[in-house]
């Protein structure tokens, strides 16, 4: 007797238009703070505000025993997000809002070359086709020798890396222990992470700004919170075409909101990095695999 919920397409993607607002929420709040507060700063204070949603998972923490490589790979991964989450919020208050939301659909293109090189998945003739296109379109965005470079694009490029590698731990940790201690946990180390890099450079933060980074962690929250309502209804293959929601609502925002121009080359260039993205989804659903690349890599 089967106990698997039945698919709903249409309330599937509901929620993932729901998660694509509430991301760009919290990429437009970001952008509207500006620079002012050092990256490993905000981070730190936003990671802070979301220690808030753990209190549910005190249970599930204080109930886990966990081994000696486990407590390495929870710390590994911590070091690893805090490292993007700090290049993320650089690079959102020095690049457009479109080019943010474009690279970051790299995430899952080097998840899937992590995934081959060291959990010893197949890397299939669809898969490499899937990192060529997710590759190219990366050069699209970039346009190396054809404009300058600053660095948020640097910082985005290697945030995208750094995520890949940190959901690749999560996805063997989720296989041992429940996904509610795999948040937590990913929660806490990521704040002690972020200490030393943001006590140095501390700048007394304004209540606007401690508002702005703590209406941040609700939005960002509540986006993880509605991805998930989405995959429970529907399948990926569903799904992850209504992320490029993201990157149409990005472009608009950062032109009628932040003046910034809408640069056609960074939506082609998304355009094709997701459509990447959302093939592999497709061959690796329909040929009943496990699917590493995940919808979007959003992780504030």
């Not at 640097?154 to 999560?170: P, Q, T």
């Not at 429970?232 to 003046?259: D, H």
């Amino acid at each position: 007797m089967t106990t698997a919920l039945p698919h709903r397409p249409v309330i599937g993607i509901f929620w993932m238009v729901v998660t694509g607002f509430l991301f760009i929420c919290v990429t437009a709040l970001v952008k509207h703070m500006g620079p002012r507060l050092p990256s490993a700063e905000a981070a730190l204070i936003r990671y802070s505000f979301g220690l808030v949603f753990l209190l549910p998972a005190i249970g599930s923490l204080r109930a886990a025993h966990l081994t000696r490589r486990q407590w390495t790979l929870f710390s590994l991964r911590g070091g690893l997000h805090a490292l993007g989450v700090i290049l993320w919020f650089y690079a959102m208050t020095r690049i457009s809002i479109a080019e943010v939301t474009a690279m970051n659909y790299m995430a899952p293109i080097y998840v899937t070359i992590g995934a081959a090189l060291f959990l010893g998945e197949t890397l299939a003739l669809r898969r490499i086709i899937a990192v060529v296109l997710g590759l190219l379109g990366a050069v699209i965005i970039l346009r190396p020798g054809f404009r300058e470079l600053t660095n948020g694009h640097f910082a985005m490029l290697i945030a995208a890396v750094v995520f890949g590698g940190a959901y690749l731990l999560a996805k063997v940790l989720t296989d041992e222990v429940k996904p509610s201690v795999v948040v937590a946990m990913m929660s806490i180390f990521v704040s002690l992470f972020l200490l030393p890099f943001a006590l140095p450079v501390w700048i007394t933060p304004t209540w606007e700004e401690l508002a702005i980074l703590a209406t941040v962690a609700v939005f960002a929250t509540g986006g993880h919170y509605t991805m998930t309502l989405a995959f429970a209804a529907a399948p990926l293959t569903v799904t992850q075409p209504v992320t490029f929601l993201q990157l149409v609502w990005a472009t608009i925002l950062g032109a009628v909101v932040f003046v910034e121009p809408i640069d056609i080359w960074v939506v082609i260039g998304g355009t094709v990095i997701l459509g990447s993205v959302t093939f592999i989804t497709w061959r690796e659903a329909m040929l009943n695999r496990q699917i590493t690349p995940a919808s979007p890599a959003t992780k504030f």
